[in-house]
């Protein structure tokens, strides 16, 4: 039996991929070039992960896909804010890769490789 973590994130989300504007994923559509690359970058204003306090972290969430994404097969890299101490980077890592439930846990699916994630100096 597990056991949901409560969580919450409130900040400024800026998405980005290789398509035409609106991104065709969205509507159901195929990619542009038959491929997808994605890239969601954040900035955390109030935030907690089970009672850790998330305020003031940035991430970093890139994803390629070799066709469209719900056809799977993606690669993931999560660049974590290198001033996260060992538990906001577990909560952090928890909620990116899905594990805590929706909006991430969507995508969770579609990636069949986590790369390594680095400590990075990330700076709102």
């Known amino acids: ?7 919450n994130i409130q900040g400024t989300l800026l998405q980005g991929c290789n398509c035409a504007y609106g991104c065709p994923c969205n509507f159901n559509a195929l990619p542009t070039m ?8 954040g900035l955390i204003d109030q935030g907690s992960y089970g009672g850790v306090d998330l305020a003031g972290l ?50 969770k699916n579609t990636f069949s490789t986590y790369l390594r994630t680095p400590v990075c100096a990330l700076r709102g």
């Open 1 to 7: 039996m597990t056991t949901e973590v409560k969580w």
């Open 34 to 41: 038959g491929h997808c690359e994605g890239t969601w970058s």
């Open 58 to 107: 940035n991430f970093t969430i890139i994803g390629d896909w070799p066709a469209a994404i719900h056809e799977g097969n993606g690669e993931c890299q999560i660049l974590i804010d290198e001033r996260a101490n060992p538990r906001q980077r577990e909560g952090m890592l928890s909620i990116f890769k899905g594990e805590a439930g929706p909006p991430w846990s969507i995508l």
